[in-house]
């Protein structure tokens, strides 16, 4: 007797969204399954992995890390094509760090500079992110989305300090929009309610309840990941329904595990296999949890989630 694999069916669908311009464009989500459930409804769109370059050379990432863009990354016009030329990528993501007060504190004009550059030597879709400085994000992140604008970016990060500037920024230029709460389904909800209520279409929305690398809590990730999912598709809430976001390689390359050398710790193995299994496996972890968009580091890592997805569509 065959067996027939029970099958659940959800009232709500996660939104399509689309970046880029002209026959360059890349579309995530759209789905109305749990991830890779296609037996039981459709996932029209494969998740879409983007390569994460900076504005400055990343001289604060581990040496395993750096290796592959050596020679490239001192500059981010120059990192851009060879992520867009050699690596054959389908998306970039570009971190504007180096306008952290703490870093080099570069202005929102260098920012746009830099954005302006960077479109200039592409054509496949960008993401443009702030340094994380809610304060600066403001105005570098409005300069940012008027250099790119009507090129379809994705521009980020809104959160609940600064979201209205950049959501106005990103409506009047045509971006898609990232909205980002601290790893608590409520507060991640009442951002994206909150976005909306401005005028911005939910549709254009991604949604980014942070991220965390393997061991260092991304079991609480994982659970916050799914209810956000989950109420969108049995609840059909609305609010819910934004793509997801994992920003990976930030924080996989900062954690003991991908930085401590095989001198200091010879019993975890080589240090180079050893971060790009860590960035995979977080990788792999945030998709089962229902993330449709990655910002990782390491080409090898991403080669084997790439290989992973294809499998399990």
């Known amino acids: 007797m065959a067996f027939t694999p029970p099958k659940e069916t959800y009232i709500g669908r996660v939104h399509a969204v689309t970046i880029g311009v002209g026959d360059k464009t890349v579309t995530f989500g759209g789905e109305n399954v749990l991830p890779f459930h296609t037996f039981e409804g459709i996932a029209p769109n494969r998740p879409v992995i983007a390569y994460e370059i900076q504005d400055i050379p990343p001289t604060d990432w581990p040496e395993n890390v750096q290796k592959p ?49 960077v479109l200039s030597a592409i054509d496949i879709p960008l993401i443009i992110l ?22 379809n970016c994705i521009i980020g990060k809104a959160q609940e300090a600064n979201y209205k500037t950049i959501v106005a920024a990103a409506m009047a230029n045509n971006h ?20 909306t209520q401005m005028g911005f279409d939910r549709e254009r929305l991604i949604t980014d309840p942070m991220c965390s690398a393997l061991g ?12 956000i999912r989950l109420a969108a598709l049995t609840q059909n809430d609305i609010a819910m329904q934004p793509p997801m976001l994992g920003d990976i390689g930030m924080y996989v390359w900062k954690v003991k595990e991908t930085q401590a050398s095989e001198t200091d710790l010879p019993h975890w193995g080589p240090a180079e296999e ?30 084997v989630v790439e290989k992973v997805i294809e499998e399990l569509i």
């Not at 898609?176 to 976005?195: H, P, R, W, Y």
């Not at 050893?274 to 449709?292: K, Y």
Request: charged letters at 25%; a negative charge; one cysteine or more.
């Open 176 to 195: 898609k929009l990232i909205a980002m709460s601290e790893l608590d389904v409520n507060l991640s909800k009442q951002l994206n309610i909150l976005i």
């Open 69 to 117: 863009y050596e020679g490239v990354s001192n500059d981010p016009v120059t990192w851009a094509k060879f992520c867009q030329d050699v690596l054959k990528v389908k998306a970039i993501a570009l971190r504007l760090i180096g306008t952290h007060p703490d870093r080099e504190n570069r202005s929102h004009e260098d920012a746009a500079r830099t954005v302006r550059d």
């Open 274 to 303: 050893r971060g790009m299994a860590w960035e995979a496996v977080t990788a792999m972890v945030l998709l089962l949890a229902g993330a449709e968009l990655l910002i990782m580091r390491h080409p090898k890592a991403v080669e």
């Open 216 to 227: 260092y809590g991304l079991e609480y990730t994982y659970s916050v990941m799914e209810r």
């Open 130 to 151: 702030g340094s994380n400085h809610t304060e600066k994000d403001a105005p570098v992140l409005v300069a940012a989305a008027e250099a790119a604008k009507d090129r």
